[in-house]
């Protein structure tokens, strides 16, 4: 657990750092740079190379973004792959009142349980993701599978972002952008053009929206 160049951050401050062409293998939290950023900040990083999970938080960059933490102009290009939830080309999970700001994801994203997204598996609990992208192709074997997000949920924003990648889900809440938006969550100024293949619940942009409290302004997807 806890695998990457720095395993696990609190309050801590990281900026201007590349990890090239790594091949990190680890259980939970698990990311090139951090396996678990709690409270910290990253600024200008990246990564190249594959991250392999075999349990919850794995992302290209970031395994875990949580308690108010901040991620500002960084990017990954690597592939990523988990065998349980939370997996992004970027962060695995963002949640606590965290911040994803001017990132991008170009790397494949292939998950086998819930939560897997080209540039987060979910952002969740007071977060946001503003000015991303993600141009992977995502696939994913169990429910909440999208291009940008796998789940945006408990009243977190997703805006000015896109998605271009193909997503491909074998179960259900497949989109082209998020797999599934909901309860007081936002998604706005934001597209996607991939193709979008699953069972049920599938959407050019969002897989399904859940109950009258979300948002969904000023987007679109000219995917299929």
Not at 38 to 62: A, D, M, P, R, W
């Given at each position: 657990?806890?695998?990457?160049?720095?395993?696990?951050?609190?309050?801590?401050?990281?900026?201007?750092?590349?990890?090239?062409?790594?091949?990190?293998?680890?259980?939970h939290?698990?990311?090139?740079?951090v396996?678990?950023?709690?409270?910290?900040?990253?600024?200008?990083?990246?990564?190249?190379?594959?991250?392999?999970?075999?349990?919850?938080f794995?992302?290209?960059?970031?395994?875990?973004?949580?308690?108010?933490?901040?991620?500002s102009?960084?990017?990954?290009?690597?592939?990523?792959?988990?065998?349980?939830?939370?997996?992004?080309?970027?962060?695995?999970?963002?949640?606590?009142?965290?911040?994803?700001?001017?990132?991008?994801?170009?790397?494949?994203?292939?998950?086998?349980?819930?939560?897997v997204?080209?540039?987060?598996?979910?952002?969740?609990?007071?977060?946001?993701?503003?000015n991303?992208?993600?141009?992977?192709s995502?696939?994913?074997?169990?429910?909440?599978?999208?291009?940008?997000?796998?789940?945006?949920?408990?009243?977190?924003?997703?805006?000015?972002?896109?998605?271009?990648g193909?997503v491909?889900?074998?179960?259900?809440?497949?989109?082209?952008?998020?797999?599934?938006?909901?309860?007081?969550?936002?998604?706005?100024?934001?597209?996607?053009?991939?193709?979008?293949?699953?069972?049920?619940?599938?959407?050019?942009l969002?897989?399904?929206?859940?109950?009258?409290?979300?948002?969904?302004?000023?987007?679109?997807?000219?995917?299929?």
């Amino acid at each position: 657990n806890y695998i990457g160049l720095f395993g696990y951050t609190n309050g801590a401050t990281i900026q201007d750092l590349g990890v090239t062409n790594v091949n990190i293998k680890g259980k939970h939290y698990v990311g090139a740079l951090v396996g678990s950023n709690e409270g910290s900040t990253i600024s200008n990083c990246y990564s190249t190379g594959s991250v392999t999970g075999t349990q919850k938080f794995v992302g290209g960059l970031v395994g875990w973004v949580l308690d108010t933490s901040t991620i500002s102009n960084c990017y990954s290009t690597g592939t990523v792959r988990g065998s349980n939830w939370y997996v992004g080309g970027l962060a695995g999970q963002v949640q606590d009142n965290s911040t994803v700001s001017n990132c991008y994801s170009t790397g494949t994203v292939e998950g086998d349980n819930y939560f897997v997204g080209g540039l987060a598996g979910e952002v969740y609990g007071n977060s946001t993701v503003s000015n991303c992208y993600s141009t992977g192709s995502v696939e994913g074997n169990g429910k909440y599978v999208g291009g940008l997000a796998g789940e945006v949920q408990n009243n977190s924003t997703v805006s000015n972002c896109y998605s271009t990648g193909s997503v491909t889900g074998a179960s259900n809440h497949v989109g082209g952008l998020a797999g599934l938006v909901r309860t007081t969550s936002t998604v706005s100024n934001s597209y996607s053009t991939g193709t979008v293949t699953g069972n049920n619940n599938v959407g050019g942009l969002a897989g399904y929206l859940y109950n009258s409290t979300v948002s969904v302004i000023n987007c679109y997807s000219t995917g299929s």
